[in-house]
């Protein structure tokens, strides 16, 4: 089993900055992958980036690019979500998962954290 936690959500301007922290427990070291998604109320879950341990190739919705950095710290098993240029229909909860059962990209992980909420005001 793999555990997951999300920190470093909160309110913040349009135009500012976050960075989301996804602290892994448990049988981390068999993550081969993690990515970030996103749910605003009424939405589906969507992807915003991911990235292979392995290789280090990380994958962006076309809505993060240029704006958002994944890494991660295999050592640390840690991994973050830099985003700058916050706009308010970035307002949601973020979810970080481990262990993609297909596509990155689809939210088919086999598991995830709790969510943290990002608000972004106008």
């Known amino acids: 089993q793999v555990q997951l936690a999300e920190s470093g959500g909160g309110l913040v301007q349009a135009g500012g900055s976050l960075r989301l922290s996804c602290a892994a427990s448990g049988r981390a070291s068999s993550n081969n992958a993690m990515g970030w998604f996103r749910q605003a109320p009424g939405k589906e879950r969507e992807f915003v980036a991911a990235?292979?341990?392995?290789?280090?190739?990380?994958w962006y919705a076309d809505s993060a690019k240029g704006r958002f950095t994944i890494s991660r710290d295999n050592a640390k098993k840690v991994g973050f979500l830099q985003m700058n240029s916050l706009k308010p229909e970035d307002t949601a909860v973020y979810f970080c998962?481990?262990?993609?059962?297909?596509?990155?990209?689809?939210?088919?992980?086999?598991?995830w954290g709790q969510g943290t909420q990002v608000t972004v005001s106008s």
């Open positions: 990235v292979d341990f392995n290789s280090g190739r990380t």
């Open positions: 998962a481990a262990r993609p059962r297909e596509s990155v990209f689809r939210p088919n992980y086999a598991y």
